[in-house]
């Protein structure tokens, strides 16, 4: 049995109709018809409404675009026989093994097989063959080592060693005689594999190893390289095959080794990059076979990952993650010194695991870097570095917002960062999957957007053309998506609010950013009519607009200023609720409902809904961080207060018998925020959380369908992803 609140503060306030520009002083025309003498008890009823035990609202949260996981976990590298770039990885949303290869300039991606899914040491290795066809060793997912082979047929898979938790580390090469050889790690201790006409033939190298590298010398020797613990401390181990027998060395001063990377010089000798104390340094073999290695201390940046490959003048190149885990770097040796350069820094909230460096046909540096949730190539040009985006949708989940057609089926608007477009979703009634389509993607598109539909299945999209500065609207006509720009006279657009009547005409408010205006536009006999609302203040603009089912439209919003002299200890930062109602002919009443401290000026979007007598009710975080809801009956207006501390935006909607619905951020911070939904069931209020995988949620809404089931989207900022939870 759910846990719940009492019912929150309630006050009820007479407001009188003022015009804009003609407001009374602060607060006059507001008469609280409480009286002092129960302020104290509200006071206590207040704070003890705010003390209550949650449970979570029983529902099924489902991914809708963008990636839980990583996209891209360990990848492999390398370059086809025509020297165009191939990529093997690891997709943790599905555990799946996926290639991707570059034509016409793009990158396309496939599957290749189920794979495993062990959060450490995963990874996958890549070669072509001498036919140019891709060969991955991987870590299936009954946790055996395998390869894949794309041949005409597809992708034919083969089971190299079915010992259970063979292949977490593997690296594959082609022997000299181009069969293909794998050194991999097995419970067994660390292996390799060789393909031998109708079967794989295994051995053991060594009793275990950690991050195994193998390559050819120029004897055609196999030289594996790989870690070992010894006295708890990593050092750097190699083992060469000679006359059938594994030879077994300690690389010299490698005790403390944590990453390292392998290639081979120009006169085929073994060049190992290493870190040691977070310290890049290069071990070179003098003569190949030698067994004398000289080290170079590359430089005193720090690292955490490295990859080295070798230039076509053999000197060597290594691209390595610093130790905060966000730049890029790569160090090249010119023949007599060493430089570094920056490359490229981790997007905000993300950190590079991983990166692969291999210099192409035409001498460039290509790196392949994973950020723990997608996969981007970097390559070298004449004037920088230029980046591309692999796979993973990292960026998706902006400005989400919600709306239900007739059906009740589930329809999305959102923002995509990586694209910079505007994206809609929907839910397919057959398979129950979601089909995504990009309305707009000219410049940066896409947001401060709001989605609206009615029962005629009119829909309508308004949002911000952030690169021209232009309102934007988009409908959906015949199965196909239109768009228009309503305003474009100067920066206009942003805090857009949109809604539709009964005869499918859209009504949209918006903000000019420069002159501070609150405008209002309409589309009748195919021609947009804009007109002014209310000039605001530099701490104003949120809005919403609402029309009932008699066509009268009104617009709730925030206006806010600074003034220059306050009293002491009292905020400079005035805000207001405000309600502005049509009343034909260019004439908007004004009426001030909360001030002069109402909103929060850091969180002040504002929602609003009609319940089905078209009364108002109007939601908001407050300055002290309590959540609030206003409704007016008549003349009066009732003010709860519904929960504490709350943070963020809201969102507002009507049960189909005419109670309120809330969703909204529990917490002092956005970073420390529960998602919480409080629902009015004609008594009291129910208060839910709703489980979220991730603890900073920025953009929400609700909406309730006909069968009175409860649904949400939401943007995931830590995974950049848009979920949808739907009621039980």
Sequence with gaps: MLKRKKNGNSKNYSVTNK??????????????????????????????SLSFAEEPLPGKTENVEGYIHGMGEGFS?????????????????????????????????????????????LNCSLVFDGGNSPIIAYYSLDKKLMTAKKTAKGWETEVVDDTPGSGLYCHLLLL??????????????????????????TEKVDEAGEKIEVINDNNGNINF??????????????AVNRQDKWEKTVIPDSQGCTDFDINTGKKG????????????????????????????????????????????????????????????????????????????????EFKFSSCRLIVDNKNRDMIILYDG???????????GWRMGH????????????????????????????????????EKNRNDGKWAITVIDSLGDVGTDLEIAGNSLGNLFISYYDNM??????????????????????????????????????????????????????????????????????????????????????????????KEAKVQANESPVKTFVKLATFKGDKKWQIEQIMGPYAVDINNSRISACLDKEDKMFISFIDREGNLRLLDKKGNLWNEEKLDSPCTGETSLAMTPDGNPCILYLKGKTLENSQLSLTRFNGQKWEYYTIPTDDKKIEYLDVTIGSDNKIRIVYGEKAHYTVKFFEQN
């Design 373 to 383: 949730d997608s996969l981007t190539a970097v390559l070298q040009q004449d004037d």
């Design 77 to 121: 590298f390398a370059f086809d026989n025509k020297g165009m770039p191939g990529c093997a990885y690891y997709d943790m949303n599905r555990n799946f093994l996926r290639f991707a290869t570059v034509s016409a300039g793009k990158w396309n991606i496939e599957d290749v097989a189920p794979s495993g899914s062990e959060k450490q040491g």
């Design 19 to 48: 015009s804009e520009g003609n407001l009374s002083e602060e607060n006059k025309h507001i008469k609280m018809k409480i009286k002092p003498i129960f302020l104290i008890l509200i006071l206590i009823i207040f704070s003890y």
């Design 176 to 201: 000299s005689g181009g069969a293909p050889g794998i050194g991999y790690q097995s419970p067994e201790g660390t292996m390799f594999a060789k393909k031998i006409p109708g079967r794989w033939m």
């Design 269 to 348: 000798e073994p060049l190992i990059a290493y870190i040691k104390g977070k310290t890049n340094r290069v071990f070179r073999e003098t003569l190949p076979g030698s067994g004398i290695w000289k080290e170079y201390e590359i430089s005193k940046e720090t690292a955490v990952h490295l990859s080295v490959a070798v230039s076509r003048e053999g000197f060597p190149h290594i691209a390595f993650v610093a130790d905060n885990f966000r730049d890029l770097k790569i160090a090249r040796f010119n023949g007599a010194e060493w430089s570094v350069k920056k490359v490229a820094t981790a997007r905000d």
């Design 468 to 561: 021209r500065g232009d309102l934007k609207i988009a409908w959906r006509k015949d199965g196909k998506w239109l768009w228009d720009r309503v305003d474009y006279e100067g920066d206009v657009g942003i805090n857009t609010s949109v809604t539709v009547d009964n005869k499918g005409i859209p009504y949209i408010s918006y903000l000019n950013k420069n002159s501070r205006q609150l405008k209002f536009a309409t589309r009748r006999d195919n021609k947009w009519y804009r007109e002014l609302i209310a000039k605001l203040g530099e701490y104003g603009g949120s809005s919403v607009i609402t029309v009932d089912s008699g066509g009268q439209v009104r617009v709730a919003f925030v206006d806010g200023y």
């Design 225 to 238: 390289f790989y870690i070992i613990n010894e006295n708890g401390k990593p050092i750097l181990k190699k």
């Design 390 to 425: 692999i796979d993973g949708k990292p960026r998706v989940g902006g400005y989400t917002r919600l709306t239900l057609d007739k059906d009740n089926s589930p329809m999305l608007a959102y923002y995509d960062y990586s694209a910079e477009e505007l994206r809609f979703a």
